[in-house]
């Protein structure tokens, strides 16, 4: 009975690989193919059979997207709008996770079920209001304006997230500090946020990774190409006369790069914090 349970759980162990397999090369191949187009002529591009590995690679389209367009200009833009965004809501929501985690007040579950209700409006049933918004407050065709949007729709996510991970940290550590004479603020700082550095990489990857994405607001919100960010710069690739597929699938390559880095960097802490969050929150 017992070899016969070893048996079924190593046919088990075995499926569950082959089926992470399969899933992973699903998603690799668009990825792959991407890097193939990008480094082929035009030629070599709409030649039928098409080759996986072109016989003579070229680096013309990488040439072409990084030195004889606005391209670098697109991505320092979108790295700027991430930084501050990421910045910005995982100030707001760190102070804010840890109130809601640490204090009880009158209406609490209340309030924090509005919060995540917030988060469950799609983007495009308020676009218009925030739109006329920022015409009106003179952020339009700004990245403050951007920046202020991606924030207000990212905190009540991550609100969420850092208080399940600050749920999940002891409160013998705050208790001790305060025996110590330590004050409130000086704990959190000093001891809560260092401890908290998986809740908060969780909450800045997830933000990243949507920022960097997004399409709608940043073509909503600006007109003046020096302000355009990476997914709308992508766009110039796709015109009335046909689309350069070449250019287009080097620009996406260099665009995926920065999401694996930050990906792989905080991959530990990631996982760390989403355990947490899913556990206690």
């Not at 670098?72 to 995982?90: E, H």
């Not at 760190?94 to 009880?104: K, L, T, V």
């Not at 209406?107 to 049933?125: E, R």
Request: hydrophobic share 55%; net charge positive.
């Amino acid at each position: 009975m017992q070899s016969r349970l070893i048996s079924n759980g190593k046919w088990f162990n075995l499926l569950v690989y082959v089926v992470l397999i399969l899933s992973s090369a699903f998603a690799l191949i668009p990825i792959l193919w991407a890097v193939s187009t990008s480094l082929k002529s035009e030629a070599m591009i709409v030649q039928y059979p098409p080759q996986w590995i072109p016989a003579q690679p070229t680096f013309e389209n990488y040439a072409n997207v990084l030195f004889h367009s606005n391209f670098p200009r697109y991505f320092l833009n979108s790295m700027l709008v991430a930084a501050v965004s990421i910045l910005a809501s995982l100030s707001i929501s760190a102070h804010a996770a840890y109130a809601a985690s640490r204090f009880h007040f009158r209406g609490k579950k209340i309030i924090l079920f509005l919060i995540l209700m917030t988060s469950m409006i799609p983007g495009i049933a308020v676009l218009i209001p925030l739109y006329l918004t920022a015409v009106k407050a003179g952020l339009y065709d700004t990245f403050i304006g951007m920046i202020l949007i991606y924030t207000a729709w990212r905190t009540p996510m991550l609100i969420w997230v850092l208080r399940g991970f600050f749920d999940s940290v002891p409160k013998e550590i705050e208790e001790a500090a305060k025996v110590d004479g330590s004050s409130p603020l000086r704990t959190f700082y000093q001891l809560i946020l260092p401890v908290s550095q998986p809740g908060l990489a969780a909450g800045a990857l997830l933000s990243a990774i949507y920022v960097w994405n997004d399409f709608l607001v940043a073509f909503s919100f600006t007109t003046k190409d020096e302000l355009r960010l990476l997914s709308v710069g992508l766009y110039n690739y796709i015109t009335q006369y046909g689309i350069n597929w070449g250019q287009l699938m080097a620009a996406v390559v260099i665009s995926v790069i920065p999401v694996v880095v930050l990906f792989v960097c905080l991959q530990s802490k990631f996982v760390d914090g989403l355990s947490a969050g899913a556990v206690k929150g």
